[in-house]
């Protein structure tokens, strides 16, 4: 057997168990716990922000309390126990590699062989006296319903998709409304997944726009060089604007199904925006060059950036994401790279 640390800074307590001491956690959380939410949300420190995997105790529970299965993503694991003022239940956290139960379902990390290990290892058996778990809805991807029963002796039970619909789920008897089930996908839920797209696509637009920044010095008068240096970094922002801010917020009025559509149509329109102000460069072979490059880069950068948010939609599959990147990674890849190629050509031609 195995058991999560007691050292951990949520951790209040522990509760005896016929197994050992197990951590007791609060449903308050504490600074650390909202900073920690905030940083992660903005991907500081995002692929570190876990929990140890293992059974935990919220209040003081006893061998009838509810058994509640989460992630171990810190985040996925706060949102649960926030949810449960003055209740006593277990929350078994499985090993997802600090992914959320969504995202960590479909990659398999929130699976049946996992959750079974998990319940040996923690010593839920001897803990309560039922053979129940409460998992939530969206890990149904992973868990084989029927090998847990078989392999563990547990009754899998899906609960609401939402955390915050537990406490109503617990005293109804386990009875989910079609409310329940429905996941949404708001304003407000996309913009929440903004900052960490955000980040990376500037952490990888940095470097593009430094480098294409010296490059337009090649060959030009240095007052030349320097205006078409900084529209390099203008359209770059733009670009990452347009595929990492403007999609997922206009994602329901976008034309299309597909991400990579959706985001190419807002990288469209952000480089006619651009263009409107340097009519003046149509009247060049290096400017229909320029403007030709921008026309490839910029909607293949926000179809990419775009296509970030398939994991958190509702408006594809899994199965669908996959389809729809056989093609538009490589008309992406490829239209990036033309693009690229005729920028660096209208370069050497100034």
């Known amino acids: 057997m195995s058991f999560p640390s007691l050292q951990q800074s949520f951790v209040v307590g522990s509760v005896q168990t016929p197994v050992g001491p197990i951590p007791q956690v609060s449903s308050s959380l504490a600074w650390a716990d909202w900073s920690g939410t905030f940083k992660a949300r903005w991907g500081i420190g995002r692929m570190h922000y876990t929990v140890e995997p293992g059974l935990y105790a919220l209040g003081t529970p006893d061998d009838q309390s509810p058994v509640l299965v989460t992630a171990n993503y810190k985040m996925s694991f706060d949102r649960l126990r926030k949810a449960l003022p003055g209740r006593n239940s277990w929350i078994l956290v499985i090993d997802t590699k600090g992914i959320n139960v969504w995202c960590a379902a479909g990659k398999g990390t929130f699976g049946t062989a996992e959750l079974v290990t998990r319940i040996e290892s ?32 547990f009754n899998v039970v899906y609960g609401p998709i939402r955390a915050i619909d537990l406490p109503v789920f617990l005293d109804s008897d386990l009875k989910a409304t079609s409310r329940m089930r429905l996941k949404t996908f708001t304003t407000w839920e996309r913009v929440v997944l903004i900052p960490m797209e955000l980040i990376g696509a500037l952490k990888a637009g940095l470097i593009l726009m430094v480098v294409l920044f010296c490059l337009a010095y090649l060959g030009r008068p240095s007052e030349n060089a320097l205006s078409h240096g900084l529209f390099s970094v203008l359209a770059i922002l733009t670009a990452i604007l347009a595929g990492a801010v403007l999609t997922p917020l206009l994602l329901p009025w976008l034309p ?65 994401v996959r389809k729809e990147m056989r093609w538009a990674l490589p008309l992406e890849m490829g239209g990036g790279i033309i693009g690229l190629i005729f920028w660096i050509g209208s370069q050497f031609i100034a």
């Open 122 to 153: 923690s010593g839920l058996t001897q803990i309560v006296s039922h053979r129940e778990l409460i998992l939530p809805q969206l890990g149904g991807a992973g868990i084989a319903a029927h090998q847990v029963k078989k392999l563990s002796g």
């Open 256 to 320: 299309g199904r597909s991400f990579s559509l959706k985001g190419l149509s807002v990288g469209v329109l952000g480089a006619i925006t651009l263009f409107t102000f340097r009519w003046g460069v149509w009247g060049t072979q290096t400017g229909r060059l320029e403007i030709l490059a921008w026309f490839l880069l910029m909607p293949a950068m926000s179809a990419f950036l775009a296509m970030n948010f398939t994991g958190a939609s509702t408006y594809t599959s899994l199965s669908g």
